[in-house]
C-alpha cells in the first residue's frame, strides 16, 4: 500500500487522503476497515455530546444568524 503523500495545499492533501482511502478500502477486507470506521464515529459521537452549546451559540461558531 502506497503512503500518504503531502498536498502543496489544503484542497491537494484532501484529495490524497481520500485516494489514500480508496486504495486502503479496497485492499482490506471490509471488517477490518468497517470496525475502525465505527470506532472513529463513536468517538466523534462522544465527544459532540460532552460539549453543551446552545442553538444560538452553535449557530455563532458556524458563522450563521440565529433568527429565534
Not at 498536498?7 to 486504495?23: A, Q
Not at 482490506?28 to 444560538?56: C, G, M, Y
Request: aromatic share 10%.
Amino acid at each position: 500500500m502506497k503512503w500518504l503523500k503531502p498536498g502543496k495545499d489544503n484542497r491537494e492533501e484532501r484529495m490524497n487522503f481520500v485516494e489514500y482511502w480508496v486504495e486502503y478500502v479496497r485492499t482490506h477486507p471490509d471488517k477490518v476497515w468497517s470496525e475502525q470506521q465505527n470506532i472513529l464515529i463513536n468517538s466523534a459521537i462522544q465527544s459532540a455530546r460532552h460539549i453543551k452549546l446552545t442553538p444560538r451559540e452553535y449557530l455563532k461558531i458556524k458563522g450563521e444568524i440565529c433568527t429565534r
